[in-house]
């Protein structure tokens, strides 16, 4: 590397302290570990997710979509969990030390970080494949995390956003309208939402890999069935716009509940509480649809309005058991 291992932490990385106000962190980057202070009353939440160039996302990614991504997908973990996000350490394998990639990188990622309060205390650098792995440190007050497990019969299933346009601006590649490339490139992670609904929800997963996929997960955590309402499914104006021009509308059910790469939140709300839920969400980024409810039946049922029976056909639903009813 043309840039020292310690020249290239202490430029891109090594930022003082000040840029996130953090007065819980004893030690940050410089020492062989970092030192922070957990609040007493308080629960840690943990969670680590790996970028890797072509499988998570296209070779032709900015770098700073990148640095980005690799923080927001895991504040999207925390915000699941309903942690209020604190800390992150970050490993980076780079094929070279390219300083003008590097800026890009570090300001996609301290964007994020800074509008969070969250603050880098250390990591890794390594040369190799382009790969980036953050782990995201976050607070909840004791006992009080949210889990996938939860989600009864009766109760409502929720998502936070709009479904699908990432999956439709990677389908549809250089075409994809700025909008759809934006929620691609630089996803929303719902900490806000994730706050709102600490001993409110029943449940809640982030969606990653689809809706149906994703809700799957909360069905082997608690009552294992569920009916979605395909068309109360929310789309943004950029999702219609293509899926208009784009013919079928399975084709966009498809994508809305399939492709993934959302991080939005799926969560249920007892129905004595929904109206609480979305009130308390109306006012937050992303706000909340009901989109189904929780059955006893195994299996999950897609339906339109008029009460007919919708098949997905994308590829990530062969997973899943249609019951047919
Ligand atoms: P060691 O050799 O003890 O593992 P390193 O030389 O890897 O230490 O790292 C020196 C310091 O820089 C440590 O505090 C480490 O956490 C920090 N650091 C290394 N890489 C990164 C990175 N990508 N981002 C933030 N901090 C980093
Ligand atoms: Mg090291």
Redesign the pocket.
């Known amino acids: 590397m043309a840039l020292s291992?310690?020249e290239l932490?202490r430029r891109f990385?090594?930022r003082p302290q000040a840029a996130t106000g953090r007065d819980d962190v004893v030690l940050?980057?410089?020492?062989?570990?970092?030192v922070v202070t957990v609040p007493e009353d308080c629960d840690l939440v943990l969670c680590m997710d790996t970028l890797v160039a072509g499988v998570h996302f296209p070779e032709a990614t900015s770098p700073e979509a990148i640095g980005h991504k690799a923080l927001a997908v895991n504040l999207s973990d925390l915000a699941a969990m309903g942690a209020e996000p604190a800390w992150f350490?970050?490993?980076?394998t780079l094929p070279a030390a390219d300083a003008d990639w590097l800026a890009a990188f570090a300001r996609g990622m301290f964007r994020l970080a800074d509008h969070y309060r969250v603050q880098?205390?250390?990591?890794?650098?390594t040369r190799g494949p382009l790969s980036v792995t953050v782990q995201a440190h976050g607070l909840v007050p004791r006992g009080e995390a949210l889990r996938r497990a939860g989600a009864a019969a009766g109760d409502r299933i929720y998502v936070t956003g709009t479904l699908g346009d990432a999956g439709m601006a990677l389908r549809q590649g250089v075409q994809a309208a700025p909008a759809l490339r934006q929620r691609l490139d630089f996803p929303s992670p719902r900490v806000e939402a994730g706050l709102a609904l600490r001993g409110l929800a029943s449940a809640v997963i982030d969606i990653s890999d689809g809706l149906l996929a994703d809700l799957g997960h909360l069905l082997e955590a608690g009552d294992p069935g569920a009916e979605l309402q395909v068309d109360a499914l929310p789309a943004s104006a950029g999702f219609a716009a293509a899926a208009a021009t784009n013919g079928a509308e399975n084709v966009h059910y498809d994508i809305a509940l399939t492709a993934g790469d959302d991080y939005e939140l799926c969560f249920t709300v007892p129905p004595d509480r929904c109206a609480e839920a979305e009130s308390r969400l109306a006012g937050l980024p992303g706000g909340c649809t009901v989109v189904g409810v929780i059955e006893a039946h195994p299996g999950i049922r897609c339906r339109r309005r008029d009460g007919s029976s919708w098949v997905p056909t994308g590829a990530g639903y062969q997973h899943f058991r249609n019951g047919n009813g």
């Open positions: 291992e310690f932490i990385f090594d940050g980057i410089g020492d062989d570990a970092a350490t970050l490993s980076v880098l205390i250390g990591g890794d650098v």
